[in-house]
């Protein structure tokens, strides 16, 4: 390992790292703009010049790869006057806007001016001037501002794989751009707003609404998909005015979807804020005693095998563990997390998680992907495949109809029989995932919720078992939920008992009248056609579909108004902690549930949160380990039987998957302009 | 880029053949390097200027991305993503010639064509621009008429240069001032046995 002396202390570092590594890991701090942990090296901002010896001038530290015996100095009045100089140049043509610049208190370019920026500017001609371009409803552009440092261009080509974003013309005339100004095709464009650092690149639908000193941050997680990124939700009073990603190495880096980022204005319209109840066919204004007493009215005389519940997309593991306990208190075994009909094992773990890990992925070395598409059931684990195919030798092959997924992909078809073969080892992908020391298989969400749901489940485990997928320290099996809800919900057993009915059945058995109390915890994304006839309570914070046939609408609380449990898709619990109250007479869902078994006669034994904790402990143990992964034990599940039919995808509109989404106006225009909604709409529109 | 694109382009069958020429002489996985002179021909044979049709046809020629293409269309000042004059009259201003005088330059140039920087003639016979170092510094002032270098210019010979072009002449390529190619001003003082013609006179100063 090369030795590198860096100001008069002697360092041992990693053979291939910049200068910059060296200095960071030595405890040296140095300015840069273009420089980038998870992006390839540009070094055109010139911001992290450091002085060596033997070298006749300054070296770029984030380009230059050390070499033994290499003395370098950070902290010389030289190499101040050095940066102080390219600071000056970087401020020639940046506007001093900064009082009206919505990266005002965040910005890399206003905290390094405060170390190397001078205290007046020696340039008296005129700055440049460069028009603002259109990069669609998400990203707000104020190109003056922008230093070229192509943080930007590298992010959207690497990372996001979309070749929307370039650097045009050179020198005063270079400017950023996306082609014919179309709006950044990909659902990780929001990360360059991060990216960016000055006010070049801003959000567009939280522009002047806040200044950062001015907010809460919480930390939390997101509820968008079955990720569970790493957020920072941004508040302020009782508003949340933005979300951030938080570095969680081994779930999100440091990215997250524009979902995840974008949706939290649907938080804000069509809220549940108080109770209601149905009288006369029409759905009125109560008060929490009143709604208490009409779900009484309703269970009472209701046998247990009359009474059912379905767990929505985002319900939190306190609540379903606190619905199920109250669900058995009333008798009834009929329940399911699963309302899109998932044929999963909730009996054996590894059939419902994503049992490689999301970092594992970056082990693996080949990858079969079973009727999912990981760009809108994930974005940012897809962004992890993209990473692993970025590091080469990694064969990737799908089964469903071919998209584009940001790599190249072999799609061998869309029928769900390939799938059959390639467990057969008949099929020519077979031999490679064969050969493979750690391959991976994907099967989506969608593909096991067919009719055939367990079929295919049981001839991935197959296919994985006949590749050796699955070892004793590799799981190459994997089930790629998109549900936030999902994991826990199975985890915690939320699933039909002894002679219970799934979430068909129990729709079924609501349009025939043998179920005749439903309870819905968020539940929105089942087939509410038949839910006139028996009572239904709907519980959640979105007047969306499952609050429109409700008899009783008891409102609860949005992921950012709660301290509550979430497992991600590959096992991994979480907590997500409140940022603001739930709006009016909102209430935490788990309290709710606890208040309502009083009137019910069923008291459920919890009275603080820490009691539902040490219940969720108690009914799985995995819930110990926070931020923890646990591996599953592997074992047989799935069932033998014919497949046969093209796979389909289960989202339509990856902006709209959720009831805070399908309440976003930003994801409305998302929706309108970059999935093709608005057609015959021009940048000049914007 | 508000001007009127062209809905289609496709390289004639002749600059076709060139454009495989080209891209073969690179290894496989590298035929973007071909990108240069890709958008070279695609200029030559539109009159001048690439159209974004023509962007698009070579991104896809060379398996690489419209914008990476139209990013190197942007960076040199020879590639015209608009329209210019049948005569595309570029002038050096980088230091040595514009110590030389090029400002004199733009100035007759101006005279001539009537066009400042960057403007095409009403006629449509001219586009004049300012353009960084051409690599002609020894011989400077200069400018570059479509392919051509006229070289040790002053307001007097960049006027006859640009009123020939515009009678349809032909004017004489390269130093205006009458020296062979970028030999000392005053004739060269070495190999004047082989090349009496051209020697320095004597008592010449350089």
């Known amino acids: 390992m090369p030795k590198i002396t860096i100001d008069g202390t002697e360092h041992e570092v990693d053979a291939g790292m910049t200068i910059l590594q060296a200095c960071e890991q030595a405890g040296k701090e140095v300015p840069r703009f273009c420089y980038h942990d ?18 006749p001038k300054p070296v770029a530290s984030c380009a230059m790869p050390v070499a033994d015996g290499m003395v370098v100095y950070t902290d010389t009045p030289e190499v101040k006057k050095m940066r102080q100089g390219v600071m000056e140049f970087l401020l020639i043509n940046h506007p001093l806007d900064c009082p009206i610049c919505d990266q005002g208190g965040e910005c890399d370019l206003q905290d390094q001016a405060m170390a190397y920026g001078m205290d007046h500017g020696r340039y008296k001609e005129n700055k440049r001037a460069v028009e603002d371009k259109h990069m669609g409803p998400l990203i707000k552009t104020i190109m003056t501002r922008c230093i070229h440092c192509t943080r930007c261009v590298r992010f959207s ?22 082609y014919l100004d179309q709006a950044v095709s990909s659902e990780l464009s929001g990360n360059v707003i991060d990216l960016c650092p000055v006010g070049a690149l801003t959000s567009k639908p939280y522009a002047f609404a806040a200044r950062p000193w001015e907010l809460k941050k919480t930390e939390s997680v997101d509820v968008s998909d079955a990720q569970g990124c790493a957020i920072r939700v941004d508040s302020r009073g009782p508003e949340v005015m933005r979300v951030l990603p938080r570095l969680n190495e081994d779930v999100n880096e440091e990215w ?7 949706c939290v204005d649907g938080l804000k319209r069509q809220r549940l804020d108080q109770p209601y109840v149905r009288v006369k066919g ?22 247990g095998s009359e009474i059912a519940a379905i767990a929505g997309d985002l319900a939190d593991c306190e609540s379903m563990l606190v619905l199920k306990e109250l669900m058995v208190g009333l008798g009834s075994t009929n329940m399911d997390c699963r309302q899109d009909g998932s044929k999963v094992d909730p009996a054996q773990r590894a059939s419902y998680i994503f049992n490689s890990t999301i970092a594992g992925i970056e082990d693996a070395d080949a990858l079969l992907i079973v009727g999912a598409n990981p760009r809108w059931e994930a974005p940012v684990l897809n962004a992890r495949i993209r990473k692993r195919y970025l590091m080469g030798k990694f064969p990737i092959a799908a089964i469903g109809p071919a998209i584009d997924l940001s790599y190249p992909v072999d799609w061998l078809g869309e029928d769900a029989d390939i799938l059959a073969q390639i467990a057969a080892g008949t099929h020519p992908f077979a031999e490679i995932l064969k050969t493979a020391e750690r391959p991976m298989i994907i099967v989506g969400s969608g593909a096991v919720a067919r009719p055939d749901g367990a079929a295919v489940l049981g001839l991935a485990r197959q296919a994985a078992d ?47 009248g043998a179920v005749k109390v439903i309870y819905l915890l968020g539940a929105d994304e089942i087939d509410t056609k038949d839910l006139d006839k028996p009572f239904v309570i709907y519980q959640g914070h979105h007047g969306d579909a499952g609050a429109h046939v409700a008899d009783v609408i008891l409102p609860g609380a949005a992921y950012t108004e709660k301290d509550a449990t979430y497992v991600n898709l590959e096992g991994r619990v979480q907590r997500g902690q409140l940022a603001v109250y739930p709006p009016g007479d909102a209430r935490e869902d788990w309290k709710i549930i606890r208040a309502l078994s009083d009137t019910l006669n069923a008291t459920l034994p919890y009275t603080t949160l820490a009691d539902v904790r040490r219940g969720l402990v108690k009914a799985n143990p995995v819930f110990q380990g926070i931020d923890d992964i646990q591996a599953a034990p592997w074992g047989e599940f799935g069932t033998t039987g014919e497949v046969s039919g093209a796979f389909t995808y289960p989202i339509a509109n990856f902006y709209m998957t959720d009831p805070i989404s399908r309440a976003s106006a930003t994801m409305a225009e998302c929706t309108d302009e970059i999935l093709g909604g608005g057609e015959g709409k021009t940048g000049t529109d914007g | ?30 035929q973007q390097s071909a990108v240069m002179p890709l958008l070279d021909l695609a200029q030559r044979q539109n009159g001048g200027w690439i159209p974004q049709a023509a962007i698009e046809v070579i991104a896809d020629m060379l398996d690489m991305a419209s914008i990476r293409v139209y990013e190197v269309a942007t960076f040199y000042t020879m590639y015209n993503l608009k329209p210019v004059g049948k005569h595309f009259v570029q002038v050096c201003t980088n230091l040595p010639c514009w110590l030389r005088g090029s400002d004199q330059i733009m100035a007759a140039c101006k005279k001539v064509t009537g066009c400042s920087n960057g403007e095409t003639s009403a006629d449509g016979d001219f586009t004049v621009l300012e353009v960084e170092c051409l690599g002609a510094c020894v011989n400077a002032p200069m400018m570059q008429i ?41 004739g060269i003082t070495t190999l004047t046995d082989r090349y009496p013609d051209r020697a320095a006179k004597a008592g010449g100063d350089d």
Not at chain 1, 38 to 55: F, W
Not at chain 1, 282 to 303: H, N, R
Not at chain 2, 155 to 167: G, M, Q, R
């Open chain 1, 38 to 55: 998870r992006l390839s090296i540009a070094g055109n901002c010139r911001m992290c010049l450091v002085q060596m010896e033997r070298s």
């Open chain 1, 157 to 178: 080509t690497e990372v996001a794989g979309v070749t929307d974003m370039g650097l045009i013309g050179r020198g005063e005339n270079a400017e950023i751009v996306t």
């Open chain 1, 256 to 262: 997250i979807s524009d979902k995840t980022r974008y």
């Open chain 2, 146 to 186: 479509g392919d051509d270098y006229y070289e040790d210019l002053d307001s007097a010979t960049t006027e006859e240069v640009l009123t020939a072009l515009k009678a349809g002449q032909k004017p004489k390529v390269g130093s205006q001032s009458g020296r062979y190619t970028c030999e000392p001003a005053g």
């Open chain 2, 1 to 30: 880029m508000n001007i009127e694109q062209p809905s289609s382009f496709a390289f004639s069958a002749e600059n076709l053949e060139k454009a495989k020429w080209h891209i073969a002489k690179y290894p496989d996985g590298r």
């Open chain 1, 466 to 512: 006949a590749a050796g997928a699955v070892t004793a320290d590799w799981n190459g099996f994997n089930v790629l939920q998109r549900a936030a809800s999902r994991v826990g919900g199975l985890d915690l057993g939320f699933v039909p008992g002894e002679g219970g009915m799934d979430t068909g059945r129990i729709l079924d058995g609501a349009a025939t």
């Open chain 1, 282 to 303: 029409k759905l009125q204004p109560a008060t929490w005693p009143e709604a208490f007493a009409a779900v009484a009215k309703a269970i009472k005389g209701k046998q």
